[in-house]
């Protein structure tokens, strides 16, 4: 089972320097809708993991140290990677 975080925890963790990856899985036209700026934050569409898998990763998430919180904009999505 891989742990799940709250939106308030997350938005705590942001706050600091703490170093970890935000992985954001939404599609490119739901970006907008509710706007992450984080210099944390990496984008990977799942549709473009559901094509080429982990060769969709940003460089900084294929590290097996990295700390990765995976959103998407329900949450249903996210499940499903890290599934």
Do not use: W
Request: aromatic share 4%; net charge negative.
């Amino acid at each position: 089972m891989i742990p799940e975080i709250t939106t308030t925890d997350l938005a705590e963790k942001m706050k600091t320097d703490e170093h970890f990856i935000l992985l954001d899985v939404r599609e490119p036209h739901e970006l907008e809708y509710a706007k992450v700026t984080d210099r944390r934050l990496e984008v990977a569409p799942m549709s473009r993991l559901a094509e080429v898998g982990t060769d969709a990763l940003p460089e900084s998430a294929k590290s097996q140290d990295a700390m990765i919180y995976v959103m998407c904009h329900h949450g249903n999505r996210s499940g499903q990677v890290t599934a």
